[in-house]
């Protein structure tokens, strides 16, 4: 009992401690890019090595997270740049929204779920992305499509996303392990998600 024990904690403290150097790579190579040019590379090179590391694949992060962000660099600021310019101006309206009082209410709960819609399809194409190998441009309309034929799947990612920045908001020294510990747990729930779907799809039989 006290070895399985054992064996539980350091698991999770090996994962703790993956989530924190995730969060570091992400940091750094978003700083690297100048935020701007920086964030869409560090976010793929992110996401590529926790599907690494869901797989049990052995890996040195560094250089692994370095030679992903080179190779990703235009497909990567392709991908996240336009959503998190769609995200800025949604949270930007809806603080503009919120200062107007009462007559802003309708429209901040609409923009507060278009932020929720953006997120959980951000939720699945971010993972889509370093899992199959799809053109840039079908990226959005898979992950858009997956996120609404799955609508518990979407609930729960969005309920986890939302559990961590609760989480942090409470506790904010979770920060240095926030980002890599939700890429992680986004990656990992996406690929069994993805792994269920191909086998549904697969022939009956087969």
């Known amino acids: 009992m006290t070895s399985t024990w054992s064996?539980?904690?350091?698991?999770?403290?090996?994962?703790?401690?993956?989530?924190?150097?995730?969060?570091?790579l992400w940091t750094l190579g978003t700083l690297a890019?100048?935020?701007?040019?920086?964030?869409?590379?560090?976010?793929?090179?992110?996401?590529?090595?926790?599907?690494?590391?869901?797989?049990g694949e052995s890996f040195r992060?560094?250089?692994?997270?370095?030679?992903?962000y080179r190779r990703e660099f235009g497909r990567g600021s392709l991908l996240v740049l336009p959503l998190a310019g769609v995200a800025l101006l949604l949270v930007t309206n809806y603080f503009s929204f919120a200062a107007l009082g009462p007559p802003g209410t309708l429209p901040r709960l609409i923009t507060l779920v278009a932020l929720a819609v953006l997120a959980t399809i951000t939720a699945y194409l971010l993972p889509m992305a370093v899992h199959y190998d799809l053109r840039t441009r079908d990226c959005l309309p898979k992950a858009s499509l997956f996120a609404l034929t799955r609508p518990a799947a979407?609930?729960?990612?969005l309920f986890v996303l939302t559990a961590i920045g609760y989480a942090v908001t409470a506790y904010p020294v979770l920060v240095v392990?926030?980002?890599?510990?939700?890429?992680?747990?986004?990656?990992?729930?996406?690929l069994r998600l993805f792994a269920e779907n191909e086998a549904r799809r697969e022939p009956r039989g087969a």
Request: aromatic share 12%; charged share 10%; net charge neutral.
């Open 154 to 157: 979407s609930v729960l990612l």
């Open 61 to 68: 992060p560094w250089p692994a997270f370095a030679a992903t």
């Open 33 to 55: 890019g100048g935020v701007v040019l920086g964030l869409g590379p560090a976010t793929v090179a992110a996401y590529t090595l926790a599907r690494r590391h869901a797989l």
């Open 7 to 24: 064996i539980r904690f350091y698991e999770a403290a090996d994962e703790v401690f993956q989530a924190a150097r995730l969060t570091l």
């Open 177 to 190: 392990a926030a980002v890599g510990g939700w890429i992680q747990l986004d990656t990992w729930l996406c």
